[in-house]
């Protein structure tokens, strides 16, 4: 099977369904790229080069940029696809959702809701997430609490290159609103891929590493960490199991719950801030469902309470790294 990096496989993905499926489009910022540039137009593809060639293929019917208004793109997009058209829309970063979280949570999230379950939305909504990039606090936050706590909004943050591809496809072809969120630091990891189409299903975690003794959720760019800290404690005898979520809306609670009810112990791994983030959500369903399971305290490894660093001393440290995640299993087989 052929290796892929991250980005390459979102590609694909995009191209695939684009070919397949007329009614498919994809608009934002630069989502073409190379105006005035010395590369030509449809060669950039975006600021990380995910849609790459697009524009050369499907043209600028179909590969729209945008001015620099978030809101109008997310507005264009929803209206887009209540009558008929599949949008992938990008927002650059997450950060810039503040622009345009009306029409996210407010609209496209409701409509079909309001419309009493006749109305279809089949829109994406790509951005990118994470610190580590050296892009300040406006360019580096981690924002899957905000989305997932929005009913009607779908939210995946895909860990490798496998699912990256799987999980745009199911994304495309859903009709639901969905918010695709990529890791930064991931685009250039790379993973076996088929050539051909398929589907990852939304809801199904995957556990990525079969243990006994204590479990360890990990989100995005976070289960690359939890997996390399559970190999290294493994030549300790500290057998982890890994989970990845895939999804955060919707949640496998079950998969959560049976692993917990086997190891007894549970370390939560995420880059956001503590306060009302997905660490303290996963924390509290297995508070509430699996309690008579747990040996020991639940452990959240999270960014502090802070804006993200711009010094790369400090931005290191904000993020959960393999120390601090090796010291809260130790602490919870303790």
Known sequence: MPKKSYRQAINEAIRGEMRRDPSVIVLGEDVAGGQGGTAGVGKVGNIFGVLAGLYDEFGPERVIDTPITESAIIGAA???????????????????????????????????YMFGGKAKTPLVIRTTIGAGFR?????????????????????????????????????????????????KLLYDVEDEVPDEAYRVPFGEANVVRQGKHVTVVGMGLMLARAQAVAQELAKAGIDCEVIDPRTTSPFDEETLLESVEKTGR?????????????????????????????????????????????????????????RRIEAAIREVLA
């Not at 058209?85 to 990008?90: D, F, G, K, Q, T």
């Not at 810039?96 to 999230?109: K, P, S």
């Not at 609490?145 to 990256?164: C, Q, R």
């Open 266 to 322: 549970l370390v939560i791994v995420d880059e956001s801030p503590p306060r009302c983030g997905l660490a303290a959500d996963i924390a509290s369903i297995v508070a509430e469902k699996a309690f008579k399971a747990l040996k020991a305290p639940i452990r959240k490894v999270t960014c502090p309470h802070t804006p993200v660093p711009f010094a790369p001393a400090l931005e290191d440290e904000y993020m959960p790294n393999p």
């Open 135 to 183: 892009a300040g606090a406006q360019h580096s936050q981690t924002l899957h609490p905000l989305f997932t706590m929005v009913p009607g909004l779908k939210v995946v943050m895909p860990t490798n290159a496998y699912d990256a591809k799987g999980l745009m496809i199911e994304a495309i072809r859903d009709d639901d609103p969905v918010i695709y969120m990529e890791s």
């Open 78 to 112: 929803g209206g887009a696809a209540m009558t008929g058209l599949r949008p992938i829309a990008e927002i650059m970063f997450a950060d810039f959702v503040g622009v345009c979280f009306d029409q996210i949570y407010n609209q496209a999230a409701k409509f079909r």
